[in-house]
C-alpha cells in the first residue's frame, strides 16, 4: 500500500497520528509501520474500542440476583467418585485416546511480564532436578499417555499438540521446539499457530505507538483462540485427522494432566459439547473466578462481579455455594468448535477491558513510560463460549487442587504462584505417588521420614505462599513423566525399598528405569 492510501485510510479511521513521524523513518521502518497498520482493520478496531469505551463508563453493577449454582446434574467429583468410577471414566478417555480422537490445544500466547523473563513461559526452568521445563514436562505426558492408549487399546495412536502462540511467542516456540528435537514427540504432530493482536488506545480513542515506527499491540486474550481456529485453518486440520475431541489448557500450570483420561471419559460419558475442570473455592475472598449459570447461561464470573455476601453463601453441608474455582481447563467437541468458531457466533463474545500502564511515544517523538494506567487493552476469555453449551451439553469435573492445579504466574519473592511454589507442589505430588505406590523415604541416617510431608508450601488465606523452612523438611522427589504420569506403573519400582531423598527416577537413554537417590 502506497502511503497516500496509507494516509488516506488512517484519517478515515481518525487514526491519522499512526503516521506522523513517517518522514523521520528510514525505508525499513516505514515498511514495517505499513505493513502493521495495514493488518489491522481500523474500522473494526474502532468499534471494540467503542464497546469497550461503553463498558467501562457503565456502573459496575453487581450480578448477584442473576446469579445461580450449578445443578448437581451436571457436575462430577474425583473425590466423591468411586475408584470403579473413576476406572471406568478412564478406561473411556484412553479407548477414546487410543482411537486418534483426542488432541490437546496449549494457549500460549502470552508473555511473561510478570514473571521477568523476555522468552514464552513453556521455555522457563522452575528449579526442578532434571532442570525440565514447561513444555519438556508437558511433552513427556504426552508421549507417555500415547503409550498408555496403547496399552488399553492395543492400537499405535497420536495425541496432537496445538500450540496456539502470538506474534511475541511463535518464533521463540519454535526454535526452541526444533533445538530439543520436539522432545521425543513427531514434528508433524505439534502444530503452531498465531493469535491475532488488537492495538492498544488511549482513553480518547485513538491507538497507542509504542515508537515511532511501532503500533503498541497486544494478544487479544485467550479467546481469541476461536478466531485463530478460523482464520488458520486448524479446524479444517482437525477434520482431517479424525479428531472429535479436543483438551483445552493454560501453559502456566506445572500440574496440568494432558488430555485427562478421567476427564475426557467423564465428559464423554456425559456426551457433553463443553466441559469445565475446576477446583474447588473454599474461601469466599479468595481472588478466583467460579463457574456457574447467569440469567439461566453457563458462565465464569470473576470474583470482583458479586458481592461478599453471596459469595459466603453455603449449602446445607458447609460448603460454599457458589465454588467451582475455574482453572482454565476445559474440553470441547471439534464440532462444537466449529459451531463457536463462526464468524456470526465468536463475534458474539463481547471483549473484556483493562485499564493499563502503556508506553507510549508523545507528540514530540519521546518514550514516555506512565505511572498510572494512562489507556486500554481488550481480549476476550476462551471459557466465553460456555453459554452456548445448554443445559445437557455441559459438564464441570471438580479435582484436587495438589494435584492439578499449580500455576506460574509471578517471579519468586511474591506470595504465591512463583517458580518455588510450582516446583514443591510437582515435588509434593511425586513424593506422594511414592508413598502410594510402596515406597519409603528415610533420612541419611536411616531413620524414617514421617509420611507427612512438610512442604515449602502452605495454605494461606486459601492461596498457596511460600515460607523457609530447614532443607530436610522439604522431600525432594522428582518422578520423570516417561515413567510415570499419574503414579501408574511405579509399584515394580518402589514398592518395599527405602530412599534418601533427594530422589530422581528417570528414563535412561536405553529405556530403562534410572534411580539416583541421596546427592544434592
Known sequence: MDFESLKKRCEAAGQGHLLQFWDKLNEEQQQSLASEISHINLEEANEYFQEADQSLKENNEKIDEHLQPLEPAVCGSVARSTDEVLDKYRKIGLTAIGNNEVAVLLLAGGQGTRLGVPYPKGMYDVGLPSGKTLYQLQAERIFKLEQLAKRETGQTCYVPWYIMTSEHTKEATEKFFHKNNYFG?????????????????????????????????????????????????????????????????????????MADPVFVGFCLSKDVE?????????????????????????????????????????????????????????????????????????????????????????????????????????????????????????????????????????????????????????????????????????????????????????????????????????????????????????????????????????????KKVVIKEGTS
Open 185 to 257: 514427540l513427531q514434528k508433524e504432530n505439534i502444530i503452531l499457530f498465531e493469535q491475532s493482536l488488537l492495538p492498544c488506545f488511549d482513553f480518547n480513542g485513538k491507538i497507542i505507538l509504542e515508537s515511532q515506527s511501532k503500533v503498541a499491540l497486544a494478544p487479544a486474550g485467550n479467546g481469541g483462540l476461536y478466531q485463530a481456529l478460523r482464520n488458520q485453518g486448524m479446524l479444517d486440520e482437525m477434520s482431517a485427522r479424525g479428531l472429535k475431541y479436543v483438551h483445552v489448557y493454560c501453559v502456566d500450570n506445572i500440574l496440568v494432566k
Open 274 to 510: 463443553c466441559g469445565a475442570k475446576v477446583v474447588e473455592k473454599t474461601l469466599p475472598k479468595e481472588a478466583v473466578g467460579v463457574v456457574c449459570k447467569v440469567n439461566g447461561k453457563y458462565q465464569v464470573v470473576e470474583y470482583s462481579e458479586i458481592t461478599l455476601k453471596t459469595a459466603e453463601k453455603r449449602t446445607a453441608d458447609g460448603r460454599l455455594l457458589f465454588n467451582a474455582g475455574n482453572i482454565c481447563n476445559h474440553f470441547f467437541k471439534v464440532d462444537f468448535l466449529k459451531f463457536v468458531c463462526k464468524k456470526e457466533n465468536e463475534s458474539q463474545l463481547k471483549h473484556h477491558v483493562a485499564k493499563k500502564k502503556i508506553p507510549y511515544i508523545d507528540s514530540n517523538g519521546q518514550l514516555q513510560k506512565p505511572d498510572s494506567p494512562n489507556g486500554i487493552k481488550m481480549e476476550k476469555f476462551v471459557f466465553d463460549v460456555f453459554h452456548f453449551a445448554h443445559a445437557r451439553n455441559f459438564a464441570v469435573w471438580e479435582v484436587l487442587r495438589e494435584d492439578e492445579f499449580s500455576p506460574l504466574k509471578n517471579a519468586d519473592g511474591q506470595p504465591k504462584d512463583t517458580p518455588t511454589t510450582c516446583r514443591n507442589d510437582l515435588m509434593s505430588l511425586h513424593h506422594r505417588f511414592v508413598l502410594a505406590a510402596g515406597g519409603t523415604f528415610v533420612h541419611s541416617d536411616g531413620t524414617p521420614y514421617t509420611d507427612i510431608q512438610r512442604n515449602n508450601n502452605v495454605e494461606e488465606n486459601g492461596c498457596k505462599s511460600q515460607q523457609s523452612q530447614d532443607e530436610e523438611d522439604t522431600i525432594i522427589v522428582e518422578v520423570s513423566p516417561l515413567v510415570s504420569c499419574y503414579g501408574e506403573d511405579l509399584d515394580e519400582i518402589v514398592k518395599g525399598k527405602h530412599f534418601k531423598p533427594p530422589l530422581v527416577i528417570e528414563l535412561g537413554e536405553d
